[in-house]
């Protein structure tokens, strides 16, 4: 259900940064695992990175140049996204779960296997 607003995303040259932001003024994130999946161009899934109890985990591929975090005094969650590449162009979304929820194949089927999630934003790589 879609109860989680992103923001930030938008277009940058591949090896520069940009920042996705989660909240929600439903959901309290204190108890929840945050995730973020990216939506590839045939609505294929991947689990980007995710964080519960504090602990974060990263998708090999995003290791080492992408950090989540979090702002529990605002709700909110953050993906910071550096040295990007062009094939991580696709829509982001952020979804929350009592538990971490992997892909099931398109994004579309995954989504339904969460509590919320929002409705995505948009992020070109471009070279």
């Known amino acids: 259900e879609v109860k989680l607003m992103e923001s930030g995303g938008g277009s940058v040259q591949a090896g520069g940064s940009l920042r996705l932001s989660c909240t929600s003024s439903?959901?309290?994130?204190?108890?929840?695992?945050m995730a973020w999946y990216r939506q590839g161009p045939g609505n294929e899934c991947e689990l980007v990175s995710h964080i519960g109890l504090g602990i974060p985990y990263y998708a090999d591929s995003v290791e080492g140049r992408f950090t989540i975090s979090q702002d529990h005094a605002k709700n909110t969650v953050y993906m910071q996204m550096d040295n990007r590449r062009t094939e991580e162009t696709g829509g982001y979304y952020c979804?929350?779960?009592?538990?971490?929820?992997?892909?099931?194949?398109?994004?579309?089927?995954?989504?339904?296997?969460?509590?919320?999630w929002g409705e995505g934003k948009r992020v070109t790589v471009s070279e």
């Open positions: 439903e959901f309290k994130f204190d108890d929840s695992d």
């Open positions: 979804g929350e779960a009592t538990y971490r929820v992997p892909c099931r194949g398109r994004w579309t089927d995954t989504r339904g296997s969460l509590d919320a």
